[in-house]
């Protein structure tokens, strides 16, 4: 009986033992498992964060931008182009393939501004040109004539300013007929019936006006056609296309 009783003693005080054992090594794994686990989460978080950041990140690249207003057919003299123009920082994302990233891409010796550019506009390369077919025609035997406009009819005369290029037509006495006089013809001023310089200045100050008198420029092989035009009266302006 004594022996049946120690007997059952031992076995529960094994049983206890291995039942504590069995803790043991459960309390161990989870010591083990949730340090991985924090470590796994703390990863995650730090690469979301690191994802977000990179998605967020503007990447910036170098653009020449316009320091001022500058009109179509302007020439930039090779040493007058820092007057005009600098590098600024943009979104990459943004930029077409046609800007220009840098000052010395601008073409050397002096180049033509084919389109009106506002202040800190990004230059499209579109917008320069190294020649112009119209403006090369201008040498240092050029000249500035005044022409008056009369006859408004189907014409856009009233509207050209500084830096268009027009058409000259003139009625040919003889016939009544509008005739084309002079082709490409570069305006360095227009002015209203008061004579003040219609710039883009006085405009926004005081309000649209209508041109009357323009001052143009005149090549030396244009200058008796544009006399004749002048003679002739009748003058009509048209916007031409280079």
């Known amino acids: 009986m004594y022996k ?10 094994k049983d206890k033992a291995t039942e504590k054992g069995k803790r043991n090594i459960g309390f161990t794994v989870k010591s083990l498992i949730i340090p991985f686990i924090l470590a796994a989460i703390v990863a ?6 690191m994802t977000n950041i990179t998605k967020n990140e503007v990447v910036k690249a170098h653009v020449v931008c316009a320091t001022k207003d500058i ?4 020439f930039i003299a090779e040493d007058k182009v820092d007057d005009y123009f600098e590098i600024k920082d943009v979104e990459k994302a943004i930029l077409p393939d046609c800007i220009y990233s840098d000052i010395k891409e601008l073409p050397d010796g002096g180049f033509y501004v084919e389109s009106d550019l506002s202040a800190r506009q990004m230059v499209n390369k579109d917008d320069i040109a190294e020649k112009d077919s119209v403006m090369d025609k201008y040498t240092a035997e050029t000249q500035v004539t005044s022409i008056k406009v009369n006859d408004f009819n189907n014409s856009v005369s009233g509207t050209i300013r500084h830096g268009d290029i027009v058409n000259v037509y003139a009625k040919d006495p003889s016939t009544n007929q509008l005739v ?13 019936n008061s004579g003040n310089e219609l710039t883009k200045s006085y405009e926004a ?10 001052s143009v420029k005149v090549a030396p092989d244009e200058v008796d056609q544009m006399n004749t035009a002048i003679s002739y009266e009748g003058i009509q302006l048209y916007l031409a296309g280079k």
Request: charged share 25%.
């Open 4 to 13: 049946k009783k120690n007997t059952e003693v031992d076995k529960k005080a």
């Open 44 to 49: 995650c978080l730090i690469y979301l964060v």
């Open 71 to 74: 009109e179509a057919n302007t």
């Open 180 to 192: 084309l006089m002079v082709e490409n013809v570069y305006v360095e001023a227009a002015y209203d």
């Open 205 to 214: 100050e005081n309000g649209a006006a209508t041109a009357v008198v323009f």
